[in-house]
């Protein structure tokens, strides 16, 4: 039996793109569930199209919808999000930080 040394922990890169497949994966459930398209779903739930239509469409789009944005689609639609295990959210949702920042603030959280 070899001794693999422990897996090293996500990095926030990491972590943002769990948070995004998570929260792309509930933008599905919702439109499977209701049976709106993008567009109509963001004009119900009173959010931005193009904010639903960039996050979903656009391949090279690394951000995060907001926790706004989140509470109306699941208002609107009665399904709840949860950020993945062990993500946090907040500071995942903060737009360009950078990389070094967001470690180091995680680390903080962490210890507190």
Known sequence: MTNQPPAAPPTPRDQRTIARESQRAYIRTVLDETGL?????????????????????EPGHDGLLSADTLTKLSAYAGIGWEPPSGADFELLA?????AELTAMLMKIGDNI
Request: net charge positive.
């Open 94 to 98: 903060r737009p360009n930080l950078p």
């Open 37 to 57: 398209s993008l567009r109509a779903l963001a004009i119900e739930a009173g959010v931005s199209p193009t904010t639903l239509s960039r996050f979903m469409n």
